[in-house]
Structure formats: C-alpha cells, structure tokens
C-alpha cells in the first residue's frame, strides 16, 4: 500500500504545511458577519452553532407505513464556532451523529457530537486548537490526519457496526443505540491512519468499495472490505493533478473516479480549501477527467475528458456490452462551488443557477475514448438510488433541487427521476423549507425501484423545528406520507443512511 509514502506526501503538500511559523490564523470576521446576516434572515439559524445532545419523540402528522422500521442514520457538521471565532467553511464543522428511530407509528430522535480527538481537545480549551479543511487556525502541533478527524460527513451502518466518516481519515465508530463515540476503526493494521472516503458504496454481495485521498499526493489509495469486516483488496494507484475527490462510483466491473481541474497552491498561509486554485477558466483551461479503475486489477482501464466542471455527487454507474460501455450518473457543477459552500458560514447564499448544477448521465466508450452527456435535472444534487441496484442498471434516481423561482440557491423540491424516459415525480415544500438529502428505502421483497418510500429530513426555518419526511416513492407528486416534527432544530446534515430492521 505504500502507507508511509502516501501519508508523507499529503502532510508535505497538505494539512502539513500549516506548521510552518506564522501560518496560524483566528478569525472573529465571520463570527460578526454571520451573526449579522443572522438578525436580517432567521433561515440561516440551520447553519448556527450548537451545544450539547439532543433527545426527543417527535409528532407525527400523516400515518407512517407499518412497514417502515428502522433507524434513519444522519451526519453533518454541528460545531462551527468557539471564542468569538467561526470557521470559514461549511465543511470545517465537527460532526453531530443522529439517529431517527421509527416503528410502530412513532418517532424518536437522537442527536450527539462525535467525541474525536480534535472535539475533545478544543472543548476542554475552550478554543479551536487545529487547522479544519477551509480554515487556518494552529495553536497545538498535530501528530496525523486524525488528529484533524471532524467526522463530520456520513454515518455508516456496515457489518452491524455504525461508522462517522470523515474524507481525511480513519472511520469512527459509534454506538448504534446511544451514538457513544467508541473510538478510531483501523481495517488492517498497515491500513491505520489512511484516509476512507465518505462515501463508501455496498454491492450485492455485502461487500463495500471505498476509496482514500491527500490532494497533492497524486496517489489514490482503493479498499475492498468484506461484510465481516475483512480487507478483501486494497491498492492505490497514480493519478496525477489529483484535488479534491468527495465521492466516486462503482459498477460490476469498475470505480469510476472524476476530478476536476484544480491546482494546489503551494502556500503554508492558506487552507487547504484555499489552496484549490479552479484551473477550469481561461485560455489555459483544463478538463475535468474520468478516471476509470478496472475492480480486479486496481489498475487504471482508461481516462477520459469532459469539460471543465466540479463534482461532488453520483448517482449510480452500471455496465452494458459487457463492460465495453459503462454509464454514471452524477451532479456536475459549473465552476469552482468548493469556494462557493464557503460563504455560507459568512451568512452569504448563492444565486439561483440551475443551468450550473445539472444532473447528468455520462457515457464512457472504452473503444473510443468518448464521453458522451445527457441532461437529466436541471439544479440538482444529492442523487441516490435504491441500495438494491447499486453498481447496477438502474432507472430512478432520487435527487433535490431548487425550484426556478428561487431567488437563491435554497434546495426546497424533491425528485424521483425516470432516467430513461425523462420524466420527474417532485414535490415542492415551499417558502421558508429546506430540504435535505433523501434516500430510497424499499419495501420487504421490493420488486421494483419504485416499491417502497424516499425518507428525508427537511428544516422549517419559520417554525425553527426539524421534520422527518416519509413519501411513496411510486407517488412522491401526492405529498409525504407521514412528517414527524420534532420541538427543536437539528444541525443541517450531508448525508446518512436508512438501516431497516
């Protein structure tokens, strides 16, 4: 796996450079300003600070389906604020894991911050102690990336264990019933330390495919884990000009990769958000690639050119012609939107752009060497599928969006999409709500990709509470079935997972 280099490379170009004298930096401007946006737009109470647990039963409008049991598993940034200082970036934030029981009719819900080391320390400081993804704070050396684990982007459940994932580093595994922080997960002990993605994907088999990496590094670390938690694969291959990668997809046969055309600066004064320099504008503008990795090599089959766009998201990807054609689905972005989730923490939205957040099908020829694009929802994000076709052909494809007559970017209308004929099935919640990533949840013995529910979280920024979204997936135009409000407001997350029971 080559551990040592790969870490080396990503503390020499990355996070690591912050050592450097002089590179620490606070800033109490974005606490001000936020706050000061605050007071003229209570709707962005969603992205304030939070103490503490929460712990609830919520109330229920509508009926839930009998047959929707389980545990909603949700995780996103909680913590953004100590001292008078705020973090630059939306990304920045340490994580709050939450869970959403449901069964007989009834919800509860938990919520509580994932004790890392970096949580722990900074609370009992009182102050933020370590550089986080967009902003440059040092007071305290750190040892590794953990040292920097916020755990603040998906919670996991896999192998009857639930995991908070971060991008830079080790899973951490929490209670399943009371979110209790039990500590680091290393898969394998030449393993400890590297970066595990995000967004894991789970096959027919049990099986999860997950990747690892350092922008700067040019190296991307790939794992194979079995259902028992064994390392089935794992390798890393070369890809240079590598930036930031957030997600990626499999099919039967392959891991699709997209990077898009950044530079890393070589400033120690500056985040490592900072340090994406968008190289897709201009004369010099360079294309976004796709970089495809053969599954049973771990070796790259083929790269391929798009224009120049960011992506955060995919949908899903299947093969055809016996893996001569692959096809993803994903959100492609125009623009550098890392640098523009930022401004949220400073209180500024993003205009309203559908045209520059599409949703898009991408056809990947290996005989060729072309890619071919197909327009499925204009501004899109957050795809899923049903977990029961993952890595293979698939024709919904769950998505939010912002409705046209939005003003800014607010993302208020939930999607099932046929991604053969075209056609969407939405539901618009209206001023004043903001919508979350929703997943589709089938039925017991689902036959179809329709049988069974689309379950998400949406904020009511008027009422300052939360609510639990449950639709027909086949009827997502009838409205939800069932919300399930609770008394308070939860932290804004990015993503989760439904675990039935």
């Not at 967009?134 to 995991?163: H, W």
């Not at 390392?231 to 957030?246: D, F, I, K, R």
Request: hydrophobic residues 40%; contains cysteine.
């Amino acid at each position: 796996m080559q551990r040592r280099q790969f870490l080396q490379a990503g503390c020499a170009l990355g996070l690591g450079a912050l050592l450097l004298p002089g590179a620490a930096r606070a800033d109490a401007d974005t606490f001000r300003r936020f706050h000061a946006a605050l007071e003229h737009d209570p709707s962005l109470a969603i992205y304030a600070d939070l103490e503490g647990e929460q712990q609830g039963p919520a109330v229920v409008e509508g009926r839930l389906p009998p047959d929707l049991r389980g545990v909603f598993y949700r995780n996103g940034p909680g913590r953004f604020e100590r001292d008078g200082e705020r973090y630059h970036h939306w990304f920045d934030g340490d994580g709050f894991a939450q869970r959403w029981q449901i069964g007989a009719g009834r919800v509860t819900h938990r919520g509580r911050f994932v004790e890392t080391r970096k949580f722990v320390e900074e609370s009992a400081a009182g102050r933020f102690l370590y550089p986080a993804f967009g902003t440059g704070i040092l007071r305290k050396p750190f040892r590794d990336n953990d040292t920097l684990n916020a755990a603040n982007t998906n919670l996991l459940p896999f192998g009857g264990r639930v995991y908070a994932l971060w991008e830079g580093g080790s899973a951490t595994e929490v209670d399943p019933d009371t979110l209790a922080t039990r500590g680091l997960k290393t898969w394998r002990d030449d393993l400890q330390s590297m970066p595990f993605s995000a967004h894991p994907k789970i096959g027919a088999d049990g099986s999860l495919w997950n990747f690892g990496a350092q922008p700067g590094s040019d190296k991307l670390a790939l794992y194979r884990i079995g259902a028992d938690g064994n390392v089935l694969q794992a390798g890393m291959v070369e890809v240079p000009q590598l930036a930031l990668l957030h997600d990626f997809a499999v099919s039967e046969r392959h891991l699709v990769f997209v990077v898009p055309p950044y530079d890393i600066a070589d400033d120690p004064g500056l985040s490592m958000a900072e340090r994406h320099v968008w190289a897709g504008s201009g004369a010099a503008a360079r294309p976004t690639r796709v970089v495809v990795v053969a599954k049973d090599s771990l070796r790259v089959r083929r790269v391929f050119e798009l224009p120049p766009r960011m992506v955060f998201h995919f949908g899903n990807a299947w093969d055809e012609a016996d893996g001569a054609v692959t096809h993803v689905d994903l959100v492609l972005h125009d623009g550098d939107q890392l640098a523009a989730n930022g401004g949220i923490m400073r209180g500024e939205r993003q205009p309203n752009q559908p045209g520059g957040h599409r949703a898009m099908r991408v056809t990947l020829d290996y005989a060729s060497g072309r890619a071919r694009t197909v327009r499925l929802l204009d501004g899109a994000e957050f795809p899923r599928v049903m977990p029961q076709v993952v890595g293979r052909r698939h024709r919904r494809l769950a998505l939010l969006a912002s409705d046209r007559r939005n003003a800014g970017r607010i993302l208020d209308t939930v999607h099932v999409v046929d991604v053969d004929g075209g056609h969407s099935d939405s539901w618009r919640f209206g001023p004043g709500w903001r919508a979350e990533e929703h997943v589709l949840v089938p039925r017991a013995g689902a036959r179809s990709e329709l049988d069974g529910y689309l379950v998400g979280v949406a904020q009511d920024t008027r009422a300052g509470t939360s609510v639990l979204t449950v639709f027909d997936a086949a009827r997502v135009h009838a409205g939800p079935l069932a919300l399930a409000r609770l008394p308070y407001r939860t932290p804004h997350c990015f993503h989760g997972n439904f675990l039935l029971a």
